[in-house]
C-alpha cells in the first residue's frame, strides 16, 4: 500500500463518494478500498473534506479530544460547516452530535444513564414483544422486510422508551423519517429542506406536548428520566429535551432500521453463515458486531482540525473538515485478515460503526440489543427466507449505508435456506 498524499486526479470525489452516486451505492467498498490502497489521505476538493480510510488513521481522529464537531468552527465552504448549512433553522444551538465540550458533556452525562448496558439490558423483554407484534403484523409470504419489519421495530421501541401512546406511533414514524432525510444532507433541495423542517417542527411540537404530559404524571420513561435527571443540580431545559429526543430518533431509527436490513442480506447471500446461526443462535451476538463491521449503517463520520495537523503526511489546516470512513476502515486489508469476507464466528469484530472517543454513539448498546432481537425473532418466524425476484433498493441518504427495500419470500420449499 502506498503511504503518498498527493491529491491523485482519477480518484473519485464530490458525489461520486455518497450513495446519491449508484456506482457508490451499490458498491462502497470497492471505490474505498482504490482510495485506501492509492493514499492515505484522499482530499475531496468538491465536498471540501480530506478522507482518511486507513483504519488507525480513522481510530485516532475519532478519539482525539480536542478535535471539533461543532459545525460552526468549520471554515466556510468546507464539509462539516456545510452539514449545519443543510439545516435551514442554522441560528440554533446544535445537538448533542454536533456539539464542542464544555456543553457536550453536560447534555450527553443528563441522558446516558438511560443507554448503559445495565439499563438497556432491561429493555430486552420488552424489544422481543416488539419484534413478535411487528411480525404478527406480516400477513402476506412475500414482504418487504424495511417497511414491514426493520423499519418499524427501532421506532416502536423508542417510542415505548418515550412512553409515547400506541396510537401515534405511526404519525411519530412518519415525521422521524421525513427529518431524518435531511438531516445530514448537504445537497438537500430547497423542496426537501422544506419537507424535513416541516417535518422537524411537526415532531418538536408532539414532543412539547408530551413533555407538558409527563410533568403533570412522571412515568418509568425517558422524557419522564429526562424532566427528573439532575448533574450538579442542574436540569435539561424544555429546548434541550425537545433536541434530544429529536437526536434520539434521527441519530437511532435510520440506522438501526439498516443494520437490520443489511445483516439480513448478509446472511441471505451467505447461506452457510445464514445455517451457522440458525443452528446455534447464542451466535447472534458476535453475528451482529461481524454484521456492523461488514456492512456499516454510518459510512462516515467526521470532526473539524482544531490545529493544523499532519495525519498520514499529509498537511491539513486548523478548522478543515477531517472526515473519517468508517466503512473502509473496517475492511482495511491491514487490520482484518480477508476483509471482505462475512464471517459471523470472525474473532476480530471490534469495528468503527459506532464512532469513538466523546461522541461514541450513545445508542450502540439498544442498537446492538434490537437487531440481536429482531433477527433471531424473524429467524425463528421463518424457517425459510430468501430475497425474491422484486430484490432489493439501497436508499440515497448521504452518510448512511442501507436499503429502502428487501423483497423477502417466506414460502416453503422454494429451495430457501
Ligand atoms: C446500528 C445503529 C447505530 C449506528 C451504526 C450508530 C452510529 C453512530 C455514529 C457513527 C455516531 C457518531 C460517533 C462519532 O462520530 O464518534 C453516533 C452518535 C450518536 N448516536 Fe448512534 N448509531 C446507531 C444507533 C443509535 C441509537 C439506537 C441511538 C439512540 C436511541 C443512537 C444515538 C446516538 C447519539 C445520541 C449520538 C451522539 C453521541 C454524542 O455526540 O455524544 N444511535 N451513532
Known amino acids: 500500500m502506498s503511504e503518498q498524499s498527493t491529491v491523485d486526479q482519477t480518484l473519485p470525489e ?10 457508490f451505492r451499490q458498491d462502497p467498498y470497492g471505490i474505498l478500498r482504490r482510495i485506501q490502497q492509492q493514499t492515505s ?115 416502536v421501541v423508542i417510542a415505548e ?31 426537501q429542506k422544506a419537507a424535513g423542517n416541516a417535518a422537524s417542527a411537526a415532531l418538536e411540537g408532539f414532543i412539547a406536548s408530551e413533555i407538558k ?40 431509527n435510520v440506522t438501526t432500521t439498516d443494520l437490520i436490513g443489511n445483516g439480513i442480506k448478509a446472511l441471505i447471500d451467505h447461506p452457510q453463515q445464514l445455517a451457522k446461526l440458525r443452528a446455534d443462535p447464542s451466535l447472534i451476538k458476535n453475528a451482529v458486531e461481524e454484521m456492523l463491521r461488514y456492512d456499516s449503517p454510518v459510512v462516515n463520520s467526521g470532526r473539524i482540525a482544531n490545529r493544523d495537523i499532519n495525519i498520514g503526511g499529509c498537511p491539513v489546516a486548523k478548522g478543515e473538515s477531517l472526515n473519517t470512513s468508517l466503512a473502509a476502515a473496517n475492511r482495511d486489508p491491514a487490520v482484518y485478515p480477508d476483509p471482505d469476507k462475512f464471517d459471523i464466528e470472525r474473532l476480530d469484530t471490534h469495528h468503527q460503526s459506532f464512532g469513538g472517543g466523546r461522541h461514541l454513539c450513545l ?19 421463518y424457517p425459510n427466507l430468501r430475497v425474491s425476484a422484486r430484490g432489493h433498493t439501497y436508499h440515497a441518504i448521504p452518510s448512511f449505508r442501507g436499503m429502502s427495500e428487501l423483497w423477502l419470500d417466506s414460502t416453503p420449499d422454494t429451495g430457501g435456506a
Open 213 to 252: 404530559t409527563r410533568r403533570q404524571h412522571l412515568g418509568q420513561d425517558l422524557i419522564s428520566d429526562m424532566i427528573r435527571a439532575e448533574d450538579n443540580g442542574e436540569r435539561l431545559t424544555e429546548q434541550e429535551m425537545i433536541r434530544q429526543t429529536n437526536l434520539l430518533l434521527v441519530a437511532g
Open 363 to 381: 445508542g450502540a448498546h439498544l442498537a446492538r440489543l434490537e437487531a440481536q432481537e429482531a433477527i433471531l425473532g424473524l429467524l425463528r418466524r
Open 161 to 191: 422508551l418515550l412512553g409515547i401512546d400506541p396510537a401515534k406511533h405511526d404519525q411519530f414514524k412518519t415525521w422521524s423519517d421525513e427529518s431524518v432525510k435531511t438531516a445530514f444532507n448537504p445537497f438537500a433541495t430547497e423542496a
Open 14 to 23: 464530490g458525489i461520486e463518494l455518497t450513495p446519491l452516486s449508484d456506482g
Open 41 to 155: 489521505v484522499h482530499e475531496d476538493r468538491q465536498l471540501k473534506r480530506f478522507i482518511y480510510t486507513h483504519h488507525d488513521h480513522v481510530k485516532d481522529i475519532l478519539r482525539d479530544k480536542d478535535f471539533w464537531s461543532d459545525p460552526r468552527k468549520g471554515n466556510p465552504g468546507t464539509f462539516m460547516r456545510e452539514i449545519l448549512g443543510s439545516n435551514s433553522r442554522a441560528d440554533e444551538e446544535p445537538s448533542m452530535l454536533l456539539m464542542d465540550e464544555p456543553g457536550h458533556r453536560r447534555l450527553r452525562s443528563l441522558v446516558s444513564a438511560s443507554f448503559t448496558p445495565a439499563t438497556v439490558e432491561r429493555w430486552r423483554e420488552r424489544t422481543r414483544q416488539v419484534v413478535e407484534r411487528v411480525l404478527d403484523g406480516i400477513q402476506t409470504t412475500e414482504f418487504n422486510l424495511i417497511s414491514d419489519f426493520a423499519g418499524p421495530v427501532p421506532t
